[in-house]
């Protein structure tokens, strides 16, 4: 994993993803209801998190994952950012059900939106989603993704074989909405 830079908002710190942070994310990660949208089912075990969020954040060597945060406070979800190709990222993200609806997630994925266009060059910036994952679909449009196509059977995962459906945001799409 690379460390990514430190990012805020006016509500939130983003910071590097730790091993520690392992225990605070443990109830999102064990939520069988959040999990059902993740391509891993619920973990059992706060060391299972820890495997899973280290040394990589979960989600690869070429990954940036930062701990979303109050004041740089406890983990309360995270976000993550590859890049796939020069100027292409793909985005993915996790917050604890029991914050949803305050506005925490628009926030920490605008927030780092905004950093991939204006510090690591992205021209595009992508999310790749379960299709009944509504409620991760409806924040991807709030901050102007477009749909752009199916995958069909892409994902074996804890369900089965899943589609996926495919979010991108243009550079020049982008208004910093959070």
């Known amino acids: 994993m690379i460390a990514p830079e430190r990012l805020a908002t006016d509500r939130l710190t983003l910071r590097p993803l730790l091993p520690t942070d392992a225990e605070a994310l443990f109830p999102a990660f064990s939520d069988p209801e959040l999990m059902t949208w993740w391509s891993s089912g619920p973990h059992a075990t706060v060391e299972e998190t820890r495997a899973y ?33 020069p100027g292409v990222w793909e985005i993915g993200y996790l917050l604890r059900r029991d914050l949803w609806g305050k506005g925490f997630a628009r926030e920490a994925v605008g927030a780092v939106v905004d950093h991939l266009f ?28 477009k749909e752009e196509g199916r995958l069909r ?26």
């Open 53 to 85: 969020i280290a040394p990589d954040g979960g989600y690869g060597d070429e990954w940036l994952a930062w701990a979303i945060t109050l004041s740089d406070k406890e983990a309360m979800g995270r976000v993550g950012a590859g890049m796939r190709r």
């Open 118 to 145: 204006a510090d690591k060059a992205a021209r595009r910036v992508f999310a790749d989603v379960d299709p009944d994952n509504v409620l991760s679909i409806g924040l991807l449009r709030r901050l102007g993704f």
């Open 153 to 178: 059977g892409e994902w074996k995962t804890h369900l089965g074989v899943r589609d996926s459906l495919i979010f991108g945001l243009l550079r020049d799409e982008w208004n910093g909405a959070r």
